[in-house]
């Protein structure tokens, strides 16, 4: 039986916490032992089959009034010392410092590593320190996992020739989502309200769309990030008097039922990894406009005109056109959402699962 050991910060709701509980979850229920080293409890977590065991490694009520210094060193032996004691087969660390308290932790023990990127290199990869610690540590890594080929290439390529490009599993719930069905005059969104999400931009583009198009309304589902965004978002939204048309729904458990309601799905990120959201989007049979932002992963799903449409990053105008497109050319729009539909058949959750196992056996056998 193998043993697989993941390691990341915690599994607080999120792209990357939603990935590692998936694969934790199908593994241990393929007769693997699946470890994962986090170092904290979120508040609001992806819920864990209780065959994973849940190993705290980050700092202890001791450890609260050290320095600095003496509590990154602690979170690295914590996590060594773990490895040490368990000897897993393979240590698999999602995000930026994971990936680097992973290698790190892992140096003399002989455990691979194999590392998962999942966020934009030149936004997140992109202090004095990464400069550093990239070319310096990722090289030791077994293999990565990335999900675009333009987050590969910006990594050292000696360890491009031994990693994997793999995207994201959709939940079930979303695969379940009949084609078709009576729309609604409403575009959506789901997705944090974040910054780089660039909700502002989509915010003003509607308003130009309403103007043509008034019975039409957006809502945008997802929480708050607590940096500013939404009260920004409600500043736009008062100065155009828009709160009749343009809402701010929060949160929900339900976006299944509510996003299909929708004749169009747009999507204004400035950058991300491979975005759930569209992803989801797409899985549901919805024609979608999106941005073709870094790293790469819209254009890694969408070939315009096939099964979506792209427009570059923060153009407020091909915005406002994308979406009046989709609304006034219903036989587009039809055809967009039944391509987009078939992005099902690569990353449903079996797909997803068998691709990963395949690439950590490879890593195992010493075939990368």
């Keep these: 039986m193998r043993k697989i050991l993941f390691h990341l910060n915690c599994f607080e709701q999120g792209g990357a916490e939603r990935v590692v509980s998936n694969l934790a979850n199908w593994l241990v229920q393929e007769d693997y032992e699946v470890l994962a080293a986090t ?25 609260e009034g050290r320095g600095r210094i003496a509590k990154i060193f602690l979170r690295f032996r914590y996590l060594r010392q773990l490895i040490r004691s368990e000897r897993p087969d393979v240590v698999i660390s999602f995000t930026r410092r994971p990936n680097y308290r992973a290698l790190i932790a892992a140096i003399g023990t002989k455990t691979p590593v194999i590392t998962a990127v999942r966020q934009d290199p030149k936004s997140y990869y992109n202090s004095m ?53 009576k729309k609604e005059k409403l575009v959506v969104q789901s997705g944090r309200l974040v910054e780089f999400k660039n909700q502002a931009m989509l915010l003003r583009a509607f308003v130009k769309v309403h103007e043509k198009h008034p019975d039409y309304s957006l809502k945008i589902y997802g929480p708050d990030s607590f940096d500013g965004t939404r009260e920004r978002l409600e500043a736009i939204i008062s100065k ?12 929900s458990d339900f976006l299944e039922k509510e996003l299909p309601k929708a004749a169009v799905y747009a999507f204004s990120s400035d950058y991300e990894g491979m975005p759930n959201a569209l992803l989801e989007a797409m899985t549901m049979g919805m024609p979608v406009v999106a941005t073709d932002c870094p790293c790469g992963g819209p254009r890694t799903v969408i070939a315009h005109e096939v099964n979506g449409l792209l427009i570059p990053v923060g153009d407020e105008k091909a915005m406002e056109n994308g979406i009046n497109r989709l609304i006034e050319d219903q036989q587009l729009a039809q055809r967009l959402g039944r391509q987009a539909h078939r992005i099902r058949e690569k990353i449903n959750g079996q797909a997803i699962l068998l691709q990963w196992k395949s690439y950590i056996e490879e890593i195992l056998q010493g075939q990368r």
């Excluded at 904290?40 to 992806?46: D, I, P, S, V, Y």
């Excluded at 089959?49 to 009520?61: F, K, N, S, Y």
């Excluded at 155009?240 to 949160?251: E, F, P, Q, T």
Aim: aromatic letters at 8%.
């Design 39 to 63: 170092q904290w409890q979120g508040k609001e977590e992806f819920a864990l089959d209780p065959r994973v065991r849940r190993i705290h490694v980050g700092l202890r009520p001791e450890d």
């Design 129 to 181: 320190a990464d400069r550093i610690l990239i070319p310096l540590l990722y090289p030791r890594a077994a293999g990565c996992v990335f999900q675009t080929r333009e987050q590969m290439e910006s990594f050292p390529k000696a360890l491009q020739k031994r990693s994997a490009i793999i995207l994201n599993p959709v939940n079930d719930k979303y695969l379940d989502v009949p084609e078709g069905g």
């Design 240 to 251: 155009n008097h828009a709160g009749s048309y343009i809402a701010l729904m929060g949160g």
